[in-house]
């Protein structure tokens, strides 16, 4: 009788014991792979280069320090595969509205056709409304080799030739990942690195 | 028969298990870990490393560690598909004649081959959470036909059929209702989820328990309505209990277990609210859910089939 009393007590603790081990166990796994997310490599340093924002002040290297920031190149008369780019970074300039420590960098390949003013009304065309998305003009040699050498996005023939890739600039101003802007899959796990490292800064 | 007994326990038992595998796949963000499927980045036995990656992939979208906890998700799935299967040939072999053995054994073993399927759909949808919530609510049927088949067998084996005392056919009225009320508070639990995710998404750099202010009144339907099933669930459990010595074991058995889960759920859900949702508690709160519905099913049915009395 006295066995069959203690026999559910046994039980209870054995169970709450194997809950402890599987939650120690699980959170390390999850942890395991939320640091795999971190570890992104250090693919390069965004090279140097000073271009000219849309509102007419200059853009260096030296503005990427202190943000993450997304880089693509595009140019604003280009009918194929820009408006989707547009498209995913007006989401992600949506997305992160309330993050200043988020920044968007388009480049533009075309700087005979994009002019300052034609930038500025390609920013309210796409519903920018501040400094968190820029739009930067610059010598078109400068801006292929920028492309080429500095964010390693091969360049065809211009201005239809470039890439139409999202590059991920971490903090410190280095290269930390590549996202097709035609995948969603692609896009979700941008976010989610954006995410990692605006987690890294705040600490 | 007592063969089949075994497989289908073993077989519900290794479904609640997968169960919980599915939960930490869905807390864990593995979902995605394998972006296509059946296969894992174009490999049967997912890449260990980088450099195994197909060229056509961009080694960004990899995470060894969600990679593996997805395909085990998948292997696991398998294994249990084949358990069933196994299952519905014992079931074919010795209750062919038992339209209650037979029709939940088989409709496990349909809906085991829905799921797989609909697990694709999942990945396709890349995480939808309408789709996701659907591929649990079918793990519930399954393990739940599992469950029923189990049971009936062992009706069988054991040889009593007689209700169980009338004091407690009144409580046992209850039990549908809180079936009923347990799914749509599990249901609302889900949506409470993907509010989170949404809001973790939309404010990424928040801390989650500030975030979880910002949750509308699903939240607060599913506190409301997990209070009420758990107060009643003690209040029939007590109810039950006193019948003691007029009950079967399984019967005092399950309400015990019916009633300890309930109240663990409680804790839980207070730690989860006041710890910022750590995943593991996440999983362990929708698998005891689970467990619940479980201890539901084995309560009702020993109510109804009374399998002798519990003189202990």
Same mark, same amino acid.
């Given at each position: 009788?006295?066995?069959?009393?203690?026999?559910?007590?046994?039980?209870?603790?054995?169970?709450?014991?194997?809950?402890?081990?599987?939650?120690? %166990?699980?959170?390390?796994?999850?942890? $395991?792979?939320?640091?795999?997310?971190?570890?992104?490599? %250090?693919?390069?340093?965004?090279?140097?280069?000073?271009?000219?924002?849309?509102?007419?002040?200059?853009?260096?290297?030296?503005?990427?320090?202190? $943000?993450?920031? %997304? %880089?693509?190149?595009?140019?604003?008369?280009?009918?194929?595969?820009?408006?989707?780019?547009?498209?995913?970074? #007006?989401?992600?300039?949506?997305?992160?509205?309330?993050?200043?420590?988020?920044?968007?960098?388009?480049?533009?390949?075309?700087?005979?056709?994009?002019?300052?003013?034609?930038?500025?009304?390609?920013?309210?065309?796409?519903?920018?409304?501040?400094?968190?998305? /820029?739009?930067?003009?610059?010598?078109?040699?400068?801006?292929?080799?920028?492309?080429?050498?500095?964010?390693? /996005?091969?360049?065809?023939? /211009?201005?239809?030739?470039? #890439?139409?890739?999202?590059?991920?600039?971490?903090?410190?101003?280095?290269?930390?990942?590549?996202?097709?802007?035609?995948?969603?899959?692609?896009?979700? /796990?941008?976010?989610?690195?954006?995410?990692?490292?605006?987690?890294?800064?705040?600490? | 028969?007592?063969?089949?007994?075994?497989?289908?326990?073993?077989?519900?038992?290794?479904?609640?298990?997968?169960?919980?595998?599915?939960?930490?796949?869905?807390?864990?963000?593995?979902? +995605?870990?394998?972006?296509?499927?059946? =296969?894992?980045?174009?490999?049967?036995?997912?890449?260990?490393?980088? !450099?195994?990656?197909?060229?056509?992939?961009?080694?960004?979208?990899?995470?060894?560690?969600?990679?593996?906890?997805?395909?085990?998700?998948?292997? *696991?799935?398998?294994?249990?598909?084949?358990?069933?299967?196994?299952?519905? *040939?014992?079931?074919?072999?010795?209750?062919?004649?038992?339209?209650?053995?037979?029709?939940?054994?088989?409709?496990?073993?349909?809906?085991?081959?829905?799921?797989?399927?609909?697990?694709?759909?999942?990945?396709?949808? =890349?995480?939808?959470?309408?789709?996701?919530? *659907?591929?649990?609510?079918?793990?519930?049927?399954?393990? !739940?036909?599992?469950?029923?088949?189990?049971?009936?067998?062992?009706?069988?084996?054991?040889?009593?059929?007689?209700?169980?005392?009338?004091?407690?056919?009144?409580?046992?009225?209850?039990?549908?209702?809180?079936?009923?009320?347990?799914?749509?508070?599990?249901?609302?639990?889900?949506?409470?989820?993907?509010?989170?995710?949404?809001?973790? =998404?939309?404010?990424?750099?928040?801390?989650?328990?500030?975030? +979880?202010?910002?949750?509308?009144?699903?939240?607060?339907?599913?506190?409301? +309505?997990?209070?009420?099933?758990?107060?009643?669930?003690?209040?029939?459990?007590?109810?039950?209990?006193?019948?003691?010595?007029?009950?079967?074991?399984? !019967?005092? =058995?399950?309400?015990?277990?019916?009633?300890?889960?309930?109240?663990?759920?409680?804790?839980?859900? *207070?730690?989860?609210?006041?710890?910022?949702?750590?995943?593991?508690?996440?999983?362990?709160?929708?698998?005891?859910?689970?467990?619940?519905?479980?201890?539901?099913?084995?309560?009702?049915?020993?109510?109804?089939?009374?399998?002798?009395?519990?003189?202990?």
């Amino acid at each position: 009788m006295a066995n069959q009393r203690t026999l559910p007590g046994k039980i209870v603790v054995v169970a709450f014991g194997a809950l402890l081990v599987i939650a120690l %166990v699980g959170a390390y796994i999850i942890q $395991k792979a939320n640091k795999e997310h971190m570890a992104l490599p %250090v693919l390069g340093s965004v090279p140097k280069f000073t271009f000219t924002e849309r509102s007419g002040e200059p853009f260096s290297e030296k503005d990427f320090i202190g $943000k993450i920031s %997304v %880089v693509d190149f595009i140019f604003t008369s280009c009918p194929g595969v820009c408006p989707v780019m547009a498209d995913r970074m #007006s989401h992600l300039y949506e997305l992160y509205k309330d993050y200043p420590e988020v920044q968007f960098v388009s480049i533009s390949v075309d700087p005979e056709t994009d002019s300052l003013p034609v930038l500025r009304q390609y920013a309210i065309d796409h519903g920018v409304t501040d400094n968190r998305w /820029l739009f930067l003009r610059g010598p078109v040699e400068k801006v292929a080799q920028v492309s080429e050498q500095g964010f390693k /996005l091969a360049m065809g023939v /211009l201005p239809a030739g470039h #890439s139409s890739r999202f590059v991920l600039v971490d903090d410190k101003g280095q290269i930390r990942g590549y996202y097709s802007s035609d995948d969603d899959q692609s896009q979700l /796990l941008l976010e989610h690195h954006i995410r990692a490292f605006l987690g890294a800064m705040k600490k | 028969m007592k063969r089949f007994r075994a497989w289908a326990l073993a077989t519900t038992a290794a479904t609640y298990f997968l169960i919980f595998v599915g939960g930490f796949v869905r807390v864990s963000g593995a979902g +995605l870990g394998c972006p296509d499927w059946p =296969k894992c980045f174009d490999r049967w036995i997912p890449p260990t490393s980088v !450099s195994q990656l197909p060229r056509t992939v961009d080694p960004s979208t990899f995470n060894v560690t969600l990679a593996w906890i997805e395909y085990i998700n998948r292997l *696991i799935g398998v294994s249990i598909g084949i358990l069933i299967f196994i299952t519905t *040939i014992l079931a074919l072999k010795h209750a062919r004649r038992i339209p209650r053995i037979i029709y939940p054994t088989v409709a496990a073993l349909v809906l085991v081959g829905i799921e797989g399927w609909q697990g694709s759909q999942v990945v396709s949808s =890349k995480l939808e959470p309408f789709i996701v919530t *659907i591929h649990m609510v079918l793990a519930f049927l399954i393990v !739940s036909c599992l469950l029923y088949a189990t049971l009936q067998a062992h009706r069988l084996v054991s040889g009593q059929t007689a209700p169980a005392p009338p004091e407690t056919q009144g409580l046992k009225r209850w039990l549908a209702p809180l079936w009923g009320l347990s799914i749509v508070a599990i249901g609302l639990g889900t949506q409470v989820r993907s509010d989170i995710e949404t809001l973790v =998404k939309q404010f990424p750099g928040e801390p989650a328990l500030t975030l +979880l202010g910002a949750l509308g009144a699903v939240h607060v339907w599913h506190l409301i +309505l997990g209070g009420l099933i758990v107060i009643t669930t003690v209040y029939i459990g007590m109810k039950i209990l006193a019948q003691r010595g007029r009950i079967s074991t399984l !019967s005092a =058995k399950s309400t015990w277990v019916l009633m300890g889960v309930a109240l663990i759920q409680v804790a839980f859900g *207070i730690v989860l609210v006041s710890l910022a949702l750590p995943p593991m508690l996440q999983v362990f709160h929708l698998w005891f859910s689970s467990l619940y519905i479980g201890a539901l099913l084995v309560l009702h049915f020993s109510l109804n089939h009374h399998e002798g009395i519990n003189h202990g």
